[in-house]
């Protein structure tokens, strides 16, 4: 199994910013992708920013210029730097992974427990 606790969530006033992380712990053979989702109120989950191993970050085009993901791969650890947030941005936060537990399988999915971002004056 592999489990996801993120942290960094919380009320921040528009154009603040904010750093959440996610650290991975577990049993895999490797991980082949980290990323983060949110999801408003009454809206779907949608991709905020991935990286696949090796790979070149992918933004949801909201967040471009604004947002910026960065792994440790030492750590396994996937950070999501929030900066000049707006009220729009307000949200829970899912960070995923998508690993593999065991050689020749297709990787699966997991799921963080989520954190709550609030842009608000």
């Known amino acids: 199994q592999v489990q996801l606790v993120e942290s960094g969530g919380g009320l921040v006033e528009p154009g603040g910013s904010l750093r959440l992380s996610c650290a991975a712990s577990?049993?895999?053979?490797?991980?082949?992708?980290m990323g983060w989702y949110r999801q408003a109120p009454g809206k779907e989950r949608e991709l905020v920013a991935g990286?696949?191993?090796?790979?070149?970050?992918d933004y949801l085009e909201a967040v471009k210029g604004r947002f910026t993901i960065s792994r440790d791969y030492a750590k396994n650890t996937v950070y999501l730097q929030m900066n000049s947030l707006k009220p729009e941005d307000t949200a829970v936060y899912y960070c995923?992974?998508?690993?593999?537990?065991?050689?020749?399988?297709?990787?699966?999915?997991?799921w963080g427990q989520g954190t709550q971002v609030t842009v608000s004056s």
């Open positions: 995923n992974t998508k690993a593999r537990r065991y050689l020749l399988t297709t990787p699966e999915d997991y």
């Open positions: 577990g049993r895999w053979v490797s991980i082949d992708y």
């Open positions: 990286v696949a191993s090796g790979g070149v970050p």
